[in-house]
């Protein structure tokens, strides 16, 4: 084995530690900025889970503290509420109750679960980078129309 060309012990020099800390800590300050600005364009990005999330917690925290009465007695004001309200304007309670419902569950179950074969047969599925590109489906939309 050859020695080095260079004799490295000679080239030591002490580390200045404070400036290493320095330089360190204004790295993961950085860091984290980037951290925290990125959660938050997440976030307005996706400003509507944001009920949702809020709701679960709280139906949680309910439950935790006083048990699942609280929740049956508001499922049951809900239900009367939804019964009243279909009771006297069916129009708009089919308009904003059932045809929400109706996309939800076509875009869930309907949709969603055939997009990637549909959209292969349609020749849109390309093959990139060792993995396939699909179409993302942005939004379903029922207008069906009432009989009787």
């Known amino acids: 084995m050859r020695a080095p060309l260079v004799n490295f012990r000679r080239l030591q020099v002490a580390t200045p530690w404070p400036l290493v800390w320095t330089v360190t800590i204004a790295f993961l300050l950085a860091r984290l900025t980037v951290a925290v600005v990125r959660f ?36 049951l004001v809900l239900t009367a509420a939804g019964g009243v309200w279909f009771w006297r304007g069916r129009d708009s309670f089919h308009r904003l109750v059932v045809l929400r419902a109706v996309t939800v569950w ?16 349609c020749g849109l599925v390309k093959k990139y980078d060792g993995g396939e590109k699909v179409p993302d489906l942005l939004s379903v939309r029922c207008s069906l129309l009432r009989h009787g």
């Open 106 to 121: 076509r875009r869930l179950w309907v949709y969603r679960r055939q997009w990637h074969e549909a959209m292969t047969l």
């Open 40 to 75: 938050a364009v997440w976030g307005l990005r996706h400003w509507r889970a944001w009920p949702a999330v809020v709701l679960v917690l709280v139906a949680v925290d309910v439950y935790q503290s006083r048990g699942w009465w609280p929740h049956l007695l508001v499922l």
